[in-house]
C-alpha cells in the first residue's frame, strides 16, 4: 500500500502501522502544501522513509524535452525517487527514453484511463501504470472491467508491468481495486483511517471495554 499524499503529518501518523511501501504524490497534492517548493517536500518525505520505501514524484513539462529534463532533475535527487511519468504521446515517449538509457529507473505511468494507455506504458517498458479509479467512474467508465481487462492482458503478454491503482473516494473501490487485479494501491491518508474505523467494529470494541470494566451486562 502507498499513501497518496505531500502532507508531513499525515505520513507520520500512518507510518507506524508499517503498512506503506512508499508515498506517492503529484503536483496538485504538492501544491497544497502551500509555501513549501518540490525539493523541500521531497527531502522531508525522504528523511522518514526506509531505504526500501519508495518516494513517487511526477515530472511536468509541456514538450517531451521538458519532461525529460523534469525527470532527470527529479531521479538526480535520490535512488529511492521512482517517477511518475503521464500516459500521453510525450510521456510515451519520455518512458521509453529513460528505460533505454537508465533501465533501473523505476518508472509509473500516471493518468491511466483506458487499457489501451497500459498496454503502451507496457510496452514503453514502465514498472508501473495508474489507473484513476474514481475520475472513471466519474465518467461512467467501468474502473474494475478496464483494471481486470489490463491485469488479463498484462499477464497474456507475460509483461512484468504492475497495476497501481489510483484516486479512490470510497473504501469499495479500493478492494474492488485489488479484487480485479491491481497488485498496489495508493489510498489518501482519509481512507486508510475510513478503513481502519470500522463503526460496527468500534462500537463492539467499546462494549467490550465497558464489560472489562466491570459494566453490567
Ligand atoms: O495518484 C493519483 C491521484 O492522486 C489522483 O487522485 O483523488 O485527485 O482523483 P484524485
Known sequence: ????????????????????????????????????????????????????????????????AELYEDAQTILSKDARIAIKIPADQNGFCVMAQLKQERPDVEILATAIFSVEQSYLAALAGCDWVAPYVNRMANQGLHATRIISDTATLFKQLGVPTKILGASFKNTAQITETLIAGATDVTISADLVEVMMANKLATDSIQTFQLHAKGGRI
Do not use: C, H, Y
Open 1 to 64: 500500500m502507498f499513501l497518496d499524499t505531500a502532507n508531513i503529518t499525515e505520513i507520520e501518523a500512518i507510518l507506524p502501522f508499517q503498512w506503506l511501501s512508499g508515498v506517492t504524490t503529484n503536483p496538485t497534492l504538492l501544491a497544497k502544501e502551500k509555501g513549501k517548493t518540490r525539493a523541500i517536500i521531497s527531502r522531508e518525505i525522504l528523511s522518514l522513509l526506509d531505504e526500501n520505501q519508495r518516494l513517487f514524484i511526477q515530472a511536468t513539462g509541456e514538450t517531451q
